[in-house]
């Protein structure tokens, strides 16, 4: 770690004299008073990185100028005692890793391009290179008798939570789950079953352990919630993404551990499944690849029986779910991640509905056997399609802002009801 004899400040406003007591230090750069005055009254207006020596006084500044989807280094300007010193370097970094996490892609600079045969600015231009510039034009008629190069930067865009902290303007707390579930319609009592995604709707204060508490109060004492626990535990054999070899396959069907509803990590559940799973009280619906987890007093009722066969048919969860006419919560998501409409594939008949074979390793009789079944063969492609479809027909549904996304409630009666009868007259092709 390099510590640096000098403090890169955050952007603020008030620099206007700094800039100008940093630019009379440069006239060798900035020797054009019309020039330096534009300078100083923009920092005055902007607010401008800077960089203060032990002192408190600023020995540097860079301010930026937001355009569209760029951000430009309108003015980059170091004190000449403290040049090559990593004064400006440092500004740069800090910077470049704002506009990073503000999800900015490019940023670029103007400055006096080669045709100028000025040694101060062709060491002006080797800096921009080494921390990664590239030239991409020099204009004569930009500024008028000058020659300008243009130089830009491409930048990764910001991953993670530091991507979902860029995109939130403030943070989402259990509150606010809470109160947009009773907006949408979830109250005391409600039997839901959900599916969500947290990144879709902002930072959250408490992440997947507050959506949860958001949806235990929405629902009270007296709701269930009901959530997929799928574990994408198949055989490797028909695994597309990625593909296994095929001399991999017998050794996953002897070796590959039995499930076991407690150790069996989830698949593309997200984060609000696997904390919901892990409540003391919730149940497990103990299907290997397809199962549900269920929380409320009417939890043992909706998992007590999970056929291996046809996993989201009428005997499953899913069956019960539409029998006491539960409500579908989507939040942060649409309904190509909705599993209850995977009901309506087993109920509709359309053209090459068909099964397929499926294998996991369980424990039978105390033994760890590769067990194989049936089950239908999937196909959520039309689903967000449905979803559509069922809101222009009139259907009941509900949606409700929340951060950046939207928490949607439908009952799950008549949007099934509705989905088959669509599948029947829409699917005219078997799935893949």
């Not at 789950?177 to 109250?187: D, F, N, S, Y």
């Not at 008949?349 to 033994?367: L, T, W, Y």
């Amino acid at each position: 770690m390099v510590v640096h004899p000098f403090t890169i400040v955050a952007p603020h406003l008030g620099l206007g004299a700094a800039a100008r007591s940093v630019l009379d230090w440069l006239p060798a750069w900035f020797g054009i008073p019309e020039a330096n005055d534009e300078y100083v009254d923009f920092v005055a207006e902007h607010p401008a990185w800077s960089a203060v020596d032990s002192d408190g006084v600023v020995i540097g500044l860079l301010a930026p100028h937001e355009h569209a989807q760029s951000s430009e280094i309108h003015l980059l300007a170091v004190r000449p005692e403290w040049h090559r010193r990593g004064v400006g370097r440092a500004l740069v970094e800090a910077f470049e890793a704002d506009v990073i996490r503000r999800g900015i892609p490019l940023v670029q600079v103007k400055t006096l391009g080669p045709l100028d045969s000025d040694a101060g600015y062709a060491r002006t231009r080797q800096f921009y290179a080494a921390l990664g510039y590239l030239e991409l034009e020099e204009m004569i008629d930009l500024w008028p008798g000058t020659p300008a190069l243009v130089m830009v930067k491409p930048l990764p865009g910001p991953t993670g939570e530091a991507a979902v902290i860029g995109r939130t303007a403030t943070p989402i707390t259990q509150g606010m789950i809470a109160t947009a579930l009773t907006e949408a319609g979830v109250g005391s009592g409600s039997v839901i079953i959900v599916h969500s995604s947290m990144s879709a709707l902002g930072w959250i204060a408490g992440e997947a352990h507050a959506v949860v508490n958001g949806l235990l109060d929405a629902i009270g004492p007296a709701g269930t919630i009901v959530m997929p626990a799928h574990t994408g535990l198949s055989d490797p054999a028909d695994w597309a993404n990625p593909p296994v070899p095929s001399d991999w396959v017998e050794s996953f069907h002897i070796h590959a551990p039995a499930f076991d509803p407690n150790l069996t990590p989830l698949r593309g559940m997200g984060r609000v499944a696997e904390c919901f799973a892990r409540l003391p009280t919730a149940r497990h619906s103990g299907h290997p690849n397809g199962a549900f987890v269920a929380n409320g007093p009417l939890a043992d009722r909706i998992v007590a029986t999970h056929p291996l066969p046809m996993a989201f048919g009428d005997a499953s969860p899913l069956g019960v779910l539409y029998e006491l006419d539960a409500r579908i919560v989507l939040i942060g998501v649409g309904h190509a991640n909705n599993t209850s409409l995977h009901l309506a594939e087993h109920r509709a008949n359309f053209a090459g509905k068909h099964s397929i074979r499926h294998g996991v390793p369980m424990m039978v009789d105390g033994e760890r056997r590769w067990v194989a079944f049936d089950d239908l063969a999937l196909d959520e492609d039309d689903f967000p399609t449905i979803g559509a479809a069922y809101k222009d027909y009139g259907g009941d549904v509900t949606q409700v802002p929340l951060g950046n996304g939207w928490i949607t409630v439908c009952w799950m009666r008549g949007l099934i009801d509705f989905a088959v009868e669509w599948m029947e007259q829409n699917r005219v092709s078997p799935p893949d």
